[in-house]
């Protein structure tokens, strides 16, 4: 199995910064895309941001020219830099990896942490 672990969630004034980090560990083979999400109450899940294995980036419209997407690949983590944060960003984010294990026969399959709460006061 895969473990994803996010970090760097938090509280901060609109208009302020976060970097959230998401860990994958286990008995991984290879990673392709990696990504973020997010749901509000009551809302369905949307996409944040998303990477593939070669570097391209895909953003939601909510966030794009405020948030960054990047991955370090040695390390098999994701980050996500958030910049001029609005009260609406507020909620649980999700990161998710598409990865292959090690065991024969293992076939591509996401997995998805267990979230991290982003709060932006106004």
């Known amino acids: 199995q895969v473990q994803l672990v996010e970090s760097g969630g938090g509280l901060v004034q609109a208009g302020g910064s976060l970097r959230l980090s998401c860990a994958a560990s286990?008995?991984?083979?290879?990673?392709?895309?990696m990504g973020w999400h997010r749901q509000a109450p009551g809302k369905q899940r949307e996409l944040v941001a998303s990477?593939?294995?070669?570097?391209?980036?895909n953003y939601g419209d909510s966030v794009k020219g405020r948030f960054a997407i990047t991955r370090d690949n040695t390390k098999n983590t994701v980050y996500l830099q958030m910049n001029s944060l609005e009260p609406e960003d507020t909620t649980v984010y999700y990161c998710n990896a598409k990865a292959k294990l090690q065991s024969f026969g293992s076939t591509w399959t996401t997995y998805w942490g267990r979230g991290t709460q982003v709060t932006v006061s106004s």
């Open positions: 990477i593939t294995g070669s570097n391209v980036t």
């Open positions: 286990g008995s991984i083979a290879s990673i392709d895309a």
